[in-house]
């Protein structure tokens, strides 16, 4: 079994930066593509980031490119994501999801396996 634990958020002014981490416990060599998810007050859960067991795919929806930096480090199981230039719109619960095999869409939430719990991300104006 594995198990996603979600570490970083918080409140932050507009323009300002946080890291989110992400680390894998139990079976996280199981673990493949690893992603990043978020979801505001009365909407969807929304992909955000995504990055390949190689690192050698990333994927971000086009609201984030450029401010928004995914990465990981397999040796500590842990996954970040580096939020710069952050904005109000950016305000919602981000969760880290893992997936146990190769994914056809990294940007689809239905395809991942585990969840971690969420940690919220409050941008002020």
């Known amino acids: 079994q594995v198990r996603l634990v979600e570490s970083g958020g918080g409140l932050v002014q507009a323009g300002g930066s946080l890291r989110l981490s992400c680390a894998a416990n139990g079976r996280s060599s199981s673990v493949y593509t690893m992603g990043w998810f978020r979801q505001a007050p009365g909407k969807e859960r929304d992909f955000v980031a995504a990055?390949?067991?190689?690192?050698?795919?990333?994927d971000y929806t086009d609201s984030v490119r450029g401010r928004f930096t995914i990465s990981r480090v397999n040796a500590k199981n842990t996954v970040y994501l580096q939020m710069n230039s952050l904005k109000p719109e950016d305000t919602a619960v981000y969760y880290c999801?893992?997936?146990?095999?190769?994914?056809?869409?990294?940007?689809?939430?239905?395809?991942?396996?585990?969840w971690g719990q969420g940690t919220q991300v409050t941008v002020s104006s």
């Open positions: 999801a893992g997936s146990a095999s190769v994914l056809r869409s990294m940007r689809s939430a239905h395809e991942y396996d585990y």
């Open positions: 990055i390949s067991w190689g690192v050698t795919k990333t």
